[in-house]
Nanobody
Framework: QVQPVESGGRLVQAGDSLRLSCATS??????YGWFRQAPGQEREFVASIRGGDGYTRYADFVKGRFTISRDNAENTVYLRMNSLKPEDTAVYYC???????????????WGQGTQVTVSS
């Protein structure tokens, strides 16, 4: 399995918490990220974590509410989402980025996405 597989999305109420999971292959990627796409909107960056040192980055609109983490033993990346808002409603996608020595270039894989719906 090369393509990451997301899970955990569901319908929740505003203020609730939710944890998304992204199962990846056994290789270590350069970066693991979460993106989201709301209806009629472009896909946007949410959070990322580097494979080497665990450095994390967040979009301003989720700072303090979302936390990205990685379980190396389980080859799984998580996105913990607290204090969810209706505007967080979107399909959440997992992305992994690596480097191919064969073609001497970057590559990435996207999951199919998991739907998160936050009701007011």
């Amino acid at each position: 399995q090369v393509q990451p597989v997301e899970s955990g999305g569901r319908l929740v109420q505003a203020g609730d918490s939710l944890r998304l999971s992204c199962a990846t292959s056994g290789r270590t990627y350069i970066s693991y990220g979460w993106f989201r796409q709301a209806p009629g909107q472009e896909r946007e960056f949410v959070a990322s974590i580097r494979g080497g040192d665990g450095y994390t980055r967040y979009a301003d609109f989720v700072k303090g509410r979302f936390t990205i983490s990685r379980d190396n033993a389980e080859n799984t990346v998580y996105l913990r989402m607290n204090s969810l808002k209706p505007e967080d409603t979107a399909v959440y996608y997992c992305n992994v980025q690596g480097w191919s020595p064969v073609v001497a270039g970057p590559y990435d894989y996207w999951g199919q996405g998991t739907q998160v719906t936050v009701s007011s």
